[in-house]
């Protein structure tokens, strides 16, 4: 049958899409009508006509005329069939085609924007797995089938509430585990109850941020230091102060030099993060005293700690603190996969309930799915067996890149400090122009290295450089065959007037016993 | 061989847990040194003397002296063996033991923790599904199998890398799936790289909030409205208007009294909330005239308007908006299941890598494989078929709700407005007293409703009372059962004095074409 004319152009009408027909041609009517494609008086197609042309039921047609009555865009006529209404409701403006950046509104002017301009999120590149990558555990060797076999399982005896909203404050049975750990691989006794899960360490610093500090109150942490740590502290500080290190990290009289102001002290007390520096007790416990005096608060950041390869870990400061005074966070991200999202934060008993209501109000809670198999993961075992695994995985990467780097690169001046822990390796450097050159050099070569301004912000004047190496990411032989690239890469720089020639820090922990 | 003598109380200090024994035994001296039960002077026993007594080795013992020494918390006298430190780090505390609640520091006194007291987190309450449970759709019908199916084989064939940290703004192929569904199903165009992926859709409100709000702005909504809104935006609003509704939603009027510093309204226009209303077209765009004169931002909540039982759905303010002042929330914790924590948030490209940051800040992004799980359901089709059978079951549960109402309640002369859309209806009752009478009475009767003050928050004065009754939770029979429940229940305050008789609201969508 000859399709009917019509009296205007129906091409591009057609639904190619399989979705709602009405809806869509609504969605196109509309905005005919309104950018003036179909001027007002318009007469519309009878809807046999219309459905006949454009190959639809006439009742999808029907509907869309309806529609469009109701929204007042086209009037009936007795007897005369349907027009494009003479008087649209006001202001109606065409927006269904994006793109009209002339006249979209410029974006917000707060200070959180601006602020957050200078920020970089970190992000695993795209592509396998490379050496140096930072930040990064040994992800080749997460157990990817018992998780999924365990998945499964949950999947098959789940019961439908448990797909609902849940606890904000975290599956009890998982922050039950988690304090059991605590407990015995760290020595922090904490209860279920003041434990929270947390998207990641990262939720945990923007939590105890939003929480604990008043409008004009002030923050420090050290210089360099973990730079995600400082975006979440500036969502809730009106400064953010950065203390400068020295051999036993963070300098309490730079930090005691700071107004009342400062109220929040975040800090990576077990391995700094980038320089690796291990906190020893008499500097924890001044810290203790700072916060005590001016009534201040510690965030403790305790990632990467079950990592030590050189004496056992120090007590964290949070299990040294009778005042109560110092937040504890921890992350799974470096056990497991950071793609998991799941740390938590330690506080008193008595702010869970508020700390939960912000969880809450910022996201709700951690998915309900995740939570069962990882309390079903630590419950079983295999979180203990895979930890030692991953521990045994460290510490032979960092063997490698050791002897590696000894061999390779030791012998051209560059000397690599043994990591007492952690996943990563600082190699500090005279000053940012040598930190460029040997970064720019090692990319070109295809090794991926952090340089320290990029991964841990400016440090104070006096702080020198370096760039964090993370060892973790891939098996010895690709350690070993990043470091001979790094040695071809860099000895041109070595080989120049670079002073490339570096002492190892002693440890803190190898004091011989008299 | 009989144990020697050992100069102090062993008992205690034996490891019964397979923990890390020289990390326990450490942390158990620590402990005894720190608070006095071995005091200043005490000499130790030999390591060999102190392995026997617990029963572990020499090597165990002497590496936990060796900790204890570097912390300054022993002394070593040559050839004399070790004791007790004649003076301790100073300030160190004992606080292993949890619990000392009188010198444990006070909770902050920060606005926000303030805040956060009036404010108590919605959650799916424990035990199976009941009617009429509200916030949760048919969760007995999610396809666990197929998910779970997706799951595994996302493990199988996962590369270690997408085990890291990923993309802020989410996963590339979910925002681009989900931006197509956006422009199919809701008429609203919109690019992937105008889609941000959100920790559901109380994320998406609490990162508009943040970014945009400058100190000192406002913000408004609803009344009643979305409690877990009302909080979320109390995060960055100095104050938050509570704007009362007509039959057509939120009245402009109103709005329009306030003051020039209130520069964000959160709007559930498909579907208002708690009550039901769709906001008709004119009234969209005069908000929209609102915020274009006011230079301020719209915050279009969509929940819930996949569900819809009459008439088509009104094209989402957003798509109306040339202007892009209107920001667009959407969630799939009605579609899929709340626990998931997945939604999404459009706005305009130019402003996507800003609020990523944001979201970075806040907490990096969501779950790696939870997205690319989601993106395979909706890819291979599972999404839409799941989204028809969920629109099916959604119809079938309102009807039997309407027909067991009009059999068993409206002759008590309690008559409930048909809702048009949505996983709820709305019970509007006169005042607050019967509010409380009939929620008091349905459950002791054993079924869940969602008093309009506890969902809702203070309506205005204005604003009457009413219930919240969910009719997605639960079967056909279940609810069948629990309106019988319910008319015995009530029947008592229905003979009573309680002005019960209500007109149903006539529903803007079923003009009559003339």
């Known amino acids: 049958m000859r399709a009917p004319a019509l009296p205007f152009d129906a091409s591009g009408l057609a639904?190619?899409?399989?979705?709602?027909?009405?809806?869509?041609?609504?969605?196109?009517?509309?905005?005919?009508?309104?950018?003036?494609?179909?001027?007002?008086?318009?007469?519309?197609?009878?809807?046999?006509?219309?459905?006949?042309?454009?190959?639809?039921?006439?009742?999808?047609?029907?509907?869309?005329?309806?529609?469009?009555?109701?929204?007042?865009?086209?009037?009936?006529?007795?007897?005369?069939?349907?027009?494009?209404?003479?008087?649209?409701?006001?202001?109606?403006?065409?927006?269904?085609?994006?793109?009209?950046?002339?006249?979209?509104?410029?974006?917000?002017?707060?200070?959180?924007?601006?602020?957050?301009?200078?920020?970089?999120?970190?992000?695993?590149?795209?592509g396998p797995q490379r050496a140096f990558r930072w930040g990064s555990p040994a992800l080749d060797l997460f157990p990817a089938e018992v998780w999924s076999r365990l998945q499964a399982r949950a999947w098959r005896r789940h019961e439908p509430q448990s797909l609902g909203y849940g606890d904000p404050a975290g599956l009890p049975r998982l922050r039950a585990l988690l304090a059991d750990y605590l407990r015995s691989a760290r020595g922090l006794h904490c209860s279920a109850d003041e434990l929270l899960i947390t998207a990641g360490a990262q939720q945990a610093i923007a939590l105890a941020a939003l929480a604990l500090l008043r409008p004009g109150d002030e923050a420090a942490m050290e210089a360099p230091g973990y730079r995600a740590a400082t975006a979440a502290l500036t969502l809730a500080a009106t400064r953010v102060h950065r203390v400068p290190l020295d051999a036993q990290g963070l300098r309490p009289a730079a930090l005691?030099?700071?107004?009342?102001?400062?109220?929040?002290?975040?800090?990576?007390?077990?391995?700094?993060?980038?320089?690796?520096?291990?906190?020893p007790l008499q500097r924890r416990l001044d810290l203790l005293d700072w916060a005590r005096a001016r009534q201040a608060w510690i965030l403790e950041d305790d990632y990467d700690s079950e990592y030590r390869y050189t004496g056992l870990p120090l007590a964290p400061m949070a299990s040294l603190d009778a005042q109560r005074r110092t937040l504890y966070v921890g992350s799974l991200s470096k056990l497991l996969f950071p793609g998991l999202r799941l740390g938590y934060l330690v506080a008193p008993a008595a702010w869970m309930p508020t700390l939960a209501r912000l969880r809450a109000v910022l996201d709700r809670h951690s998915a309900c799915m995740d939570q069962q198999v990882l309390a079903d993961?630590?419950?079983?075992?295999?979180?203990?067996?895979?930890?030692?695994?991953?521990?045994?995985?460290?510490?032979?990467?960092?063997?490698?890149?050791?002897?590696?780097?000894?061999?390779?690169?030791?012998?051209?001046?560059?000397?690599?400090?043994?990591?007492?822990?952690?996943?990563?390796?600082?190699?500090?450097?005279?000053?940012?122009?040598?930190?460029?050159?040997?970064?720019?050099?090692?990319?070109?070569?295809?090794?991926?290295?952090?340089?320290?301004?990029?991964?841990?912000?400016?440090?104070?004047?006096?702080?020198?450089?370096?760039?964090?190496?993370?060892?973790?990411?891939?098996?010895?032989p690709q350690i070993r065959d990043a470091v001979r690239r790094l040695a071809q890469a860099w000895r041109p720089c070595c080989a120049a007037d670079l002073p490339c020639v570096l002492r190892p820090a002693r440890s803190a922990w190898r004091r011989a016993e008299n």
Chains 1, 2 share one sequence.
């Open 15 to 126: 639904l190619e899409d399989p979705g709602p027909r009405a809806a869509t041609l609504v969605a196109r009517l509309r905005l005919r009508v309104l950018d003036g494609r179909l001027p007002a008086g318009t007469r519309l197609p009878t809807t046999r006509a219309l459905a006949q042309a454009l190959g639809l039921s006439r009742n999808t047609v029907v509907r869309a005329y309806e529609q469009l009555l109701d929204e007042g865009l086209i009037a009936s006529r007795v007897g005369d069939g349907s027009y494009v209404a003479a008087r649209l409701p006001s202001t109606a403006e065409p927006a269904g085609a994006r793109g009209a950046p002339a006249s979209a509104a410029p974006p917000p002017d707060t200070q959180v924007w601006r602020q957050l301009q200078a920020f970089t999120p970190g992000r695993t590149p795209d």
């Open 256 to 279: 005691a030099a700071l107004g009342p102001r400062c109220r929040l002290l975040y800090l990576t007390p077990s391995h700094q993060f980038p320089t690796g520096v291990s906190m």
């Open 377 to 476: 993961f630590i419950e079983q075992g295999h979180f203990l067996r895979h930890l030692r695994r991953m521990r045994r995985a460290a510490n032979e990467r960092r063997s490698t890149l050791l002897e590696a780097w000894a061999q390779d690169l030791t012998p051209l001046g560059l000397a690599l400090p043994p990591p007492d822990g952690g996943l990563h390796a600082f190699l500090p450097l005279p000053d940012a122009r040598t930190e460029r050159a040997l970064a720019d050099a090692a990319a070109a070569a295809g090794v991926e290295v952090g340089p320290m301004r990029q991964v841990g912000g400016q440090p104070d004047p006096l702080g020198g450089a370096g760039l964090v190496l993370g060892f973790a990411a891939v098996p010895p």
